[in-house]
């Protein structure tokens, strides 16, 4: 996944991700690691992108095409 791409390009941790979710910054990880598609629309929403972007960049995309 795209997830700590996306949280460093955003200039944020886990733990700020955590806070946006509502979820505690123990849990990160572990929703992470086995995420449910409820839990990649609620990472999704607190990076301010789309659910897609959770797994390839735009420019990969791009590349792709």
Do not use: C, H, Y
């Not at 390009?9 to 946006?20: C, D, H, I, N, S």
């Not at 910054?25 to 929703?31: D, G, H, P």
């Not at 897609?52 to 735009?58: A, C, N, P």
């Amino acid at each position: 996944m795209n997830i700590d791409k996306l949280l460093s390009e955003k200039g944020m941790t886990k733990a700020m991700l955590a806070e946006k979710m509502g979820i505690r910054s123990q849990n990160v990880n572990v929703s992470l690691r086995n995420p449910t598609e409820d839990t990649m629309r609620k990472i999704a929403e607190a990076l301010g992108v789309e659910m897609w972007e959770l797994f390839k960049s735009k420019s990969e995309i791009v590349e792709e095409i």
